[in-house]
């Protein structure tokens, strides 16, 4: 079958002819950067909206901005590209973020009720995937529908991890240091059930995927933050270059490797 005359639902092809995703394959690599862009997601936030002085409101409208910018960039791809679908992660840790943040600082919302709402949203956002798509597979990502339900779910998943991830380590008062190890230990869990159990690969992706949020951000407040509240004290500044730096190392490699694309079968 011709690009010509393929149907809507098949996966473009890339200049070798083998038909992609406009994802990255679930490897290491993906969950080692994943950890990295939720850390900037939360640094990065607390960076710009304080010596910006743009305020929440106006980060947020900066943000958004340069997410959709990005977004468009990524929709009119043929393929995935390492920078490009990473860039989009990043800018969407930091929506996330900031989202939550302005639910909670701007409209005081509390952190059990941003949680419980942000679940629900995420809940949603699978209902109405699953129902148009008959599929939560991200091996699958080759429509604008279906990437369309991906980044809004990943949009959802940000936003509860900041909430959720915020409630554990303030709202519980068990400090960021013992949160990140807490998610961590939950996301051995979900490894664990994963592989050794044979639990739905599809089912643990996209919990594990949650959490590695509240993870993220509980390593990037435990470095950044002063030492009088659990802290390091090494500044968003700092926190966000290293992360940037090893997000960029990463990106580059997968860019020169391809270890992390993904290859379908040709259909006839």
């Not at 990005?70 to 990043?90: E, G, N, S």
């Not at 939550?100 to 942000?118: E, G, K, P, R």
């Amino acid at each position: 079958m011709t690009s010509s005359s393929a149907s809507p639902s098949t996966p473009p092809t890339n200049p070798w002819g083998t038909l992609v995703s406009k994802v990255p394959e679930i490897t290491l690599f993906f969950w080692i950067i994943k950890i990295l862009c939720t850390t900037i997601g939360e640094t990065a936030a607390d960076w710009i909206n304080t010596h910006l002085k743009l305020g929440l409101v106006g980060t947020s409208v900066l943000m958004i901005a340069l997410t959709v910018a990005a977004l468009t960039l990524q929709f009119r791809a043929k393929r995935y590209i390492p920078t490009l679908y990473w860039l989009v992660v990043v800018l969407i840790s930091v929506v996330g973020t900031l989202i939550t943040d302005n639910m909670v600082d701007t409209f005081n919302i509390s952190l059990w009720t941003s949680t419980a709402i942000f679940s629900l949203l995420l809940i949603a956002s699978f209902i109405g995937w699953y129902r148009a798509e008959k599929t939560l597979s991200i091996h699958s990502i080759f429509t604008v529908r279906r990437e369309a339900f991906y980044w809004l779910t990943v949009l959802f998943t940000f936003a509860l991890g900041t909430a959720a991830g915020d409630l554990v380590a303030e709202g519980l008062d068990i400090g960021y240091g013992k949160s990140a190890l807490l998610f961590a230990g939950l996301i051995a869990l979900v490894t664990v059930a994963h592989f050794a159990v044979k639990l739905d690969a599809i089912a643990t992706f996209w919990v594990a995927y949650v959490l590695t949020r509240p993870l993220g951000a509980s390593i990037g407040d435990f470095l950044s933050q002063d030492t009088d509240v659990g802290g390091l004290g090494l500044g968003t500044v700092t926190t966000s270059l290293i992360f940037l730096a090893a997000i960029v190392g990463v990106v580059i490699y997968l860019t020169v490797s391809r270890k992390d694309q993904i290859r379908l079968p040709e259909t006839a």
